[in-house]
């Protein structure tokens, strides 16, 4: 499934992902689940598997590893059993068994050899690693209240794909103006939903948003998803299209590693204010979320 199919089960789809990736640490029964997407958990199971290419479980244990997997990488001094319990494995026993037959190795000997979070492959864009030196204008630390974000979806890979991009806001822009719902405070985002450069490109998952300030119904592939508030390394750079990758290169290569912060476990974002562009370029800001 991606961003450009359309479905009358695709807002079903994306509403159990957006669910699971805030319940982790929950029991995420198919019972539940198929409540959620309206559906009886005899069907529901059979259409997620032939929406999205993979088990619904699969999905779920998936995400767990993946997010664990970075937890061991962001946050060294964290016992693993409390990463194993936050992303919703119900002792140590049956993460270190899931965890081996994923990555290859225990979850102690993935921390000591794999160093601290890798640069930009947590944030899934690839790197060329050639000139990859840009300078933001500014870094702030900010904390973001709750906000409402409506967005459209997409699944595989995007790495310098900025047609891909372009589509997908003028989709979500399209959907939004026909309804009346840009305003002065609207703001746009991009969340990038993966842990690290585990994930295979064809499960790869971004969200392109807009928040809104009113309820709004989700329809077909267009949905609804809630930032929650936290704190954030904001980081602001004037690029060109083939830059944004430099600009998270910076964050993560340059500016985390001697910050004094650690990354949380929520999502990464890219923000884009409103200015215009100047000479080629244009402001965006790098949100890292941090603890």
Same mark, same amino acid.
């Given at each position: 499934?991606?961003?450009?199919? /359309?479905?009358?089960?695709?807002?079903?789809?994306?509403?159990?992902? +957006?669910?699971?990736?805030?319940?982790? +640490?929950?029991?995420? @029964?198919?019972?539940?689940?198929?409540?959620?997407?309206?559906?009886?958990?005899?069907?529901?199971?059979?259409?997620?598997?032939?929406?999205?290419?993979?088990?619904?479980?699969?999905?779920?244990?998936?995400?767990?590893?993946?997010?664990?997997?970075?937890?061991?990488?962001?946050?060294?001094?964290? $016992?693993?059993?409390?990463?194993?319990?936050? =992303?919703?494995?119900?002792?140590?026993?049956?993460?270190?068994?899931?965890? %081996?037959?994923?990555?290859?190795?225990?979850?102690?000997?993935?921390?000591?050899?794999?160093?601290?979070?890798?640069? @930009?492959?947590? =944030?899934?864009?690839?790197?060329?690693?050639?000139?990859?030196?840009?300078?933001?204008? /500014?870094?702030?630390?900010?904390?973001?209240?709750?906000?409402?974000?409506?967005y459209t979806r997409y699944t595989g890979p995007y790495k310098g794909d900025s047609e891909l991009f372009s589509n997908l806001f003028h989709k979500l822009y399209q959907w939004v103006d026909q309804r009346s719902l840009i305003s002065a405070s609207s703001r746009w985002f991009v969340i990038y939903h993966d842990f690290g450069k585990e994930t295979d490109e064809d499960q790869l998952r971004l969200s392109v948003c807009m928040s809104v300030d009113r309820n709004v119904a989700a329809s077909e592939d267009i949905g609804i998803i809630n930032l929650h508030?936290?704190?954030?390394?904001?980081?602001?750079?004037?690029?060109? *299209?083939?830059? !944004?990758?430099?600009?998270?290169?910076?964050?993560?290569?340059?500016?985390? *590693? @001697?910050?004094?912060? %650690? $990354?949380?476990?929520?999502?990464?974002?890219?923000?884009?204010?409103?200015?215009?562009?100047?000479?080629? /370029?244009?402001?965006?800001?790098? !949100?890292? *979320?941090?603890?």
């Open positions: 499934m991606n961003g450009n199919n /359309k479905s009358p089960y695709v807002e079903q789809i994306n509403k159990v992902q +957006d669910y699971i990736e805030n319940h982790l +640490d929950e029991s995420l @029964t198919v019972k539940h689940l198929s409540q959620i997407a309206s559906f009886s958990e005899y069907h529901f199971q059979r259409i997620y598997g032939f929406m999205t290419g993979e088990s619904l479980y699969g999905f779920i244990k998936r995400i767990r590893l993946e997010k664990a997997a970075h937890m061991l990488l962001s946050d060294k001094e964290r $016992p693993i059993i409390d990463i194993a319990m936050s =992303v919703g494995f119900s002792n140590q026993n049956s993460f270190a068994k899931a965890f %081996k037959s994923k990555y290859g190795v225990c979850s102690s000997s993935y921390r000591k050899t794999n160093g601290t979070v890798s640069k @930009t492959d947590f =944030v899934n864009v690839y790197l060329d690693n050639q000139n990859m030196i840009i300078a933001p204008l /500014k870094i702030e630390i900010r904390r973001e209240q709750g906000i409402k974000l409506i508030e936290g704190q954030y390394a904001v980081g602001s750079f004037m690029v060109e *299209p083939s830059e !944004y990758s430099k600009a998270w290169y910076y964050m993560y290569g340059k500016w985390l *590693p @001697t910050s004094g912060h %650690k $990354p949380d476990d929520r999502f990464s974002l890219e923000h884009y204010p409103k200015v215009e562009e100047q000479g080629g /370029k244009r402001l965006v800001e790098i !949100y890292i *979320p941090i603890v």
